[in-house]
Structures are given as C-alpha cells and as structure tokens.
C-alpha cells in the first residue's frame, strides 16, 4: 500500500471517528465550551513552514514561541511568519540554554539576559497585546507559570531543583515579563517523529477538560514543537488532521494572549 492511499485512508478514519471520543456536546445540559491554545516550540525551522502552509489554509489563531538564535539562523522564514495576523510570535529564550537547562537555571541573571537578547529580536516587529509591555515567554525546557494570577512551577523537576530555579522564574516576572506554560504536550521521539496521532491527542485534550485538569477552566494550552511537521513526518496532514478533529468538536482557537 502506498504513503497516499494509507493519507487517505487514514483521513476518511478520523472523519468517520471525530465525534467517538467527545465527552461532552453542546446539547448537553452542563456543556461547558471549550478553547483551544495551539503553540509551537522551538521554530523558526525548515518545518515551520509547514505550519504556516496549513495555517494560512485553516485560519485560525496559533502562538509560536520561537527561539532568538534561529530567528537569525532563519530569518525569511521569521519574516513570512510576522505577515500572519493570526499568528502571536511569542518569546522562547535567545539560546533555549543550550541544552544545558539546569546549569542555566541556577544563574537568574543569565536566565533575565537571555530572554531579554530574545526580546530585543522579536520586540522590534511585534508589539504586546496584554497588560504586560513584553511580548509573552515560554522558558526553555521548563513548564512554568508566572502570570498576575497563576504562579505554577514545573512539577517534573525535583523539590530541591525547583528550589534552584525559583529566584530565575521569579526575575523574569518582576522584570515585567508574562511566562506561559501548557497544559498538555503533543509528544514526540528523539528524532522529532510525533508519538502519537492527531486523534490521540484531540482525545486528551477531550479528557483533560472535561476531568477539569486545565490552569484556567474550558482552556487547554497544547505544547506542539515546530520539528514536529517536518515533510518526512507527514507534518502538514497531521497538523490539518489535528485543526479539522478540533473544529468538528466544537473546539474554538485563541492565541495566547487571550489568555487571561
């Protein structure tokens, strides 16, 4: 069986399925709606344009945290991405620590420096939209929260790390700067291959609000990564699956500064 026919039949099941696993609709009587924050990590890459193909098609709201080093690295892609209107360029660090999340971590100062470097880059085309005068941040490797009125640390890290980290979380608020973090992860391998399929994770996003598992009630902030829809991954089909599984499901889109 050929890479077309298995799209082709794997589209006709997802079409066929998209309202098995809703747990609630809106002719239930305590249907509550249901907002979805699509955001992507990591980019600009190669990949990203494959998100902008399928959001210029869909048209819906998206954030995409993009790292400062590959707005440099990527620049006419950064550029095609700031002619969407519909799309938040958000802040994820200058140089996402290197790779090196705990060591720079345990230095507020560079944690500060670093995303104000980013800053600088992206402030320069985009202006903020919230009470913040700072376009919004996503730490590098770390799912924190620090906003007026949500302060979550990270709860994958030990206490005593945590502990380490604080005073750098705690900087970057004071300096003015809004830290989102995200409610459910679209995972992938080391290879940045998805792990799961569009309709697993439309599922979970299904379960967590209506289990109420969510930071802000009826919101979900799902955490993509830019490598993700990579053309070898089928990452166009599956970002495209993922927004039509959303849409018949009653979902609606918000970026991430309509957060709060």
Known sequence: MNKKIKIFIYIIFIFLSTNLFCFETKNDENYREKIAYLTFDDGPLNATKNILEVIEKENVPVSMFFIGKHIEDFRKIYENALTFP??????????????????????????????????????????SKTESNFLPVRLAGRNVFRLPIISINDNALEKEQIEKELLGYEKVFEEGFYIYGWDLEWNYGVDGEPTQTPLEVVNAMEYIHFKNRTRVENKVVLLMHDKMFATQFNGKENLQMLITLLKNNGWKFENIEQYL
């Open 86 to 127: 519909n799309i938040t360029i958000a802040n994820h660090t200058y140089s996402h620590a290197n790779g090196k999340y705990a060591k720079f971590y345990n230095d507020a100062n560079i944690v500060v420096e670093d995303i104000k470097k980013a800053d600088s880059i992206i402030s320069k085309d985009r202006v």
